[in-house]
């Protein structure tokens, strides 16, 4: 029987785990990306030339939209993408912090049809395909069902200064974690109630969380309380709000327009 896309993703994560476990808190290579794009570690570069040549090699035909591979315009014409960050949370990686993930996803028709989030060190995955719920670690996840008030929300510092809210910063309790993906899988879990980022957000960063925790039950919008839509030519979205029904409307409605970077 054929590999589905679900199934191919979590070995692929798996694999990918196997690679940078081997370099983790083993003093990595590690440079600075050109205009302030961040470090980048040998461990990062092993990974993504795995995952590039393994991923293309099961599905020649989907298109390949990866933060360690240069981008091209080749990907929007392809019927389905992979969109792929090798590690997400490339400086806990250097600094020897377990919260760094590889967030692997596919795309079709700017939706994201499978997905999967390992995180090797905590021997976590999270994964998911649309229509058939999310799990973590093969059993079930699924979101609080939190109002506003007393939810504990992932997030930066920036994004709950007064300014942002009608009314000053929402009556929540913040936590940060360093990877995207692992916040939106978080979320997923039901261990925060929600997560919000007001920066411009790549797409690799967020698509495989962003479709875990939707198929948890959250209600998952840019910023501006629009679906995320990807494959885009400038692969950013502005922003992300994830959480259950409630605790998404008690945020985005506090939100001041127009969407403030942080």
Request: charged share 25%; net charge negative; aromatic share 6%.
């Amino acid at each position: 029987m054929p590999e589905t896309d679900l199934d191919l993703l979590v070995r692929a994560a798996r694999d990918a785990g196997d690679i940078a476990t081997r370099y983790f808190k083993n003093a990595p290579g590690v440079t600075n990306k050109p205009d302030g794009g961040g470090p980048v570690t040998e461990a990062d570069l092993a990974v993504n030339a795995m995952l590039e040549s393994s991923l293309q090699a099961a599905r020649p035909d989907y298109g390949w939209l990866s933060e360690e591979t240069e981008d091209g315009a080749a990907r929007l014409s392809t019927n389905r993408q992979f969109v792929i960050d090798p590690i997400d949370g490339t400086r806990a990686f250097i600094e020897g912090n377990r919260d760094w993930a590889h967030s692997l996803a596919i795309v079709e028709n700017g939706r994201v049809i499978a997905a999967a989030v390992y995180l090797p060190i905590r021997d976590l995955m999270f994964s998911a395909e649309i229509g058939g719920g999310a799990h973590v670690n093969d059993q079930p996840a699924r979101v609080t069902a939190s109002a506003l008030q007393g939810a504990t929300v992932l997030g930066t510092r920036p994004n709950f200064a007064d300014d942002h809210w009608r009314g000053g910063a929402p009556p929540i309790k913040r936590a940060f974690r360093s990877s995207l993906a692992y916040r939106l899988c978080l979320v997923a879990q039901g261990r925060f109630d929600g997560m919000i980022t007001l920066r411009d957000s790549w797409e690799w960063d967020i698509a495989a969380g962003a479709l875990i925790a939707a198929e948890a039950g959250a209600i998952v919008t840019d910023a501006n309380k629009r679906p995320l839509l990807f494959n885009n030519a400038h692969p950013q979205l502005p922003g992300v709000i994830a959480a259950g029904p409630e605790l998404h409307a008690g945020l985005a409605d506090r939100l001041e327009p127009p969407r403030a970077k942080p």
